[in-house]
């Protein structure tokens, strides 16, 4: 999925290499695939943004308390031939760490009091968990939050090449949410000594969402900045400098920095080989889980 979505981007633009952003999950998908790429000899990405992701798992933080080997096997063995993982049942675990917020607040203040929630664009998109495929679920239970095998060089193999994250050696944004109950920031913090390119890491206020949709209208909350990436992440903090506002302001100085030249937006979208499919947002977005 990602080495298609890199070449979709090349056919569309014509552009040599871009910037890539992953986003959770999403990041760690990008990393290996641009381990793999290097192993390959290819260069189609400029720099690397990480938003709120692990690499290792050494402390996967509260979500821990439901891994064990048992759990991991029984998982493999009722997600076998093309089963679906049903995202209601993510969405439970997820609530569950934060079971005050998520679910014991509409108890009381819906069922008991008969108060009807307020719109929250934030809990609504938290709400909309999306089912994954069975096989993938599995593997990525056992290799990283059980094993942590993804920052094990050769220890994994991506479409026939040996993994090695060292080998990810561009320019990467890391961020991580300081209240983040899903990717521990400390956690996040520890990717730093498996990309060997020029790294920055940013801590943002809030949490695994809030800490990322913070747009700079808004000015709100604050992040980290130039602490010290040789220490402990809690080192870092105790030396970086805290800004006020968003961290996107931040982050647009570095990305304008890893990029060419602006030029003029496209009027069309796509191309012959990808016409556009519907307008946007599109239909599978508004599709529900359940």
């Given at each position: 999925g990602?080495?298609k979505a890199?070449d979709a981007v090349?056919a569309?633009?014509?552009?040599?290499?871009m910037n890539a952003?992953?986003?959770c999950?999403?990041g760690a998908l990008?990393?290996?695939?641009?381990a793999?790429e290097?192993?390959?000899?290819k260069n189609?990405?400029a720099?690397l943004?990480?938003?709120?992701t692990m690499l290792?798992?050494?402390?996967?933080?509260?979500?821990?308390v439901y891994?064990?080997?048992?759990?991991?096997?029984?998982?493999?063995?009722?997600?076998?031939?093309?089963t679906?993982?049903?995202g209601?049942?993510?969405?439970?675990t997820f609530?569950s760490l934060?079971?005050?917020?998520l679910?014991?607040?509409?108890?009381?203040?819906?069922?008991?009091?008969g108060?009807t929630?307020?719109?929250?664009?934030?809990?609504y998109?938290?709400?909309?968990?999306?089912?994954?495929p069975?096989?993938?679920?599995?593997?990525?239970?056992r290799?990283?939050?059980?094993?942590?095998n993804?920052?094990?060089?050769?220890?994994?193999e991506i479409?026939g090449?040996?993994?090695?994250?060292?080998?990810v050696?561009?320019?990467t944004?890391?961020l991580?949410?300081?209240?983040?109950?899903i990717?521990p920031?400390?956690?996040?913090?520890?990717s730093?000594k498996?990309l060997k390119?020029?790294?920055?890491?940013?801590?943002?206020?809030?949490?695994?969402i809030?800490?990322v949709?913070?747009?700079v209208?808004k000015?709100?909350?604050?992040?980290?900045?130039?602490g010290?990436?040789?220490?402990?992440?809690?080192?870092?903090?105790?030396?970086?400098e805290?800004?006020p506002?968003?961290?996107?302001?931040?982050w647009?100085?570095?990305?304008?920095g890893?990029?060419?030249k602006?030029?003029?937006?496209p009027?069309?979208l796509?191309n012959?080989?990808?016409?556009?499919?519907?307008?946007?947002?599109?239909s599978?977005?508004?599709?529900?889980?359940?």
């Amino acid at each position: 999925g990602v080495f298609k979505a890199m070449d979709a981007v090349q056919a569309i633009t014509g552009a040599k290499q871009m910037n890539a952003l992953g986003f959770c999950i999403g990041g760690a998908l990008l990393s290996c695939a641009l381990a793999v790429e290097k192993v390959k000899r290819k260069n189609r990405v400029a720099s690397l943004t990480l938003l709120t992701t692990m690499l290792e798992y050494t402390d996967v933080g509260e979500i821990g308390v439901y891994l064990d080997e048992k759990f991991v096997a029984n998982k493999e063995a009722e997600l076998q031939g093309g089963t679906v993982m049903d995202g209601k049942e993510l969405a439970t675990t997820f609530a569950s760490l934060r079971a005050n917020d998520l679910i014991w607040f509409f108890v009381v203040n819906n069922y008991l009091k008969g108060k009807t929630p307020d719109a929250f664009d934030l809990l609504y998109w938290n709400s909309d968990s999306t089912n994954l495929p069975g096989c993938m679920y599995a593997w990525y239970l056992r290799n990283t939050y059980w094993e942590d095998n993804l920052v094990k060089p050769g220890k994994l193999e991506i479409c026939g090449t040996p993994l090695d994250l060292g080998k990810v050696s561009l320019p990467t944004y890391i961020l991580a949410a300081r209240e983040d109950h899903i990717v521990p920031w400390h956690t996040a913090f520890g990717s730093l000594k498996h990309l060997k390119g020029d790294n920055t890491f940013v801590l943002a206020a809030s949490g695994h969402i809030a800490g990322v949709v913070n747009p700079v209208s808004k000015n709100k909350r604050s992040y980290w900045i130039d602490g010290p990436q040789t220490g402990s992440a809690h080192d870092w903090l105790a030396s970086a400098e805290e800004r006020p506002g968003s961290w996107w302001s931040n982050w647009s100085q570095w990305l304008a920095g890893q990029g060419g030249k602006a030029v003029a937006a496209p009027s069309e979208l796509g191309n012959n080989g990808h016409p556009p499919i519907e307008a946007a947002p599109g239909s599978y977005v508004k599709v529900r889980a359940h």
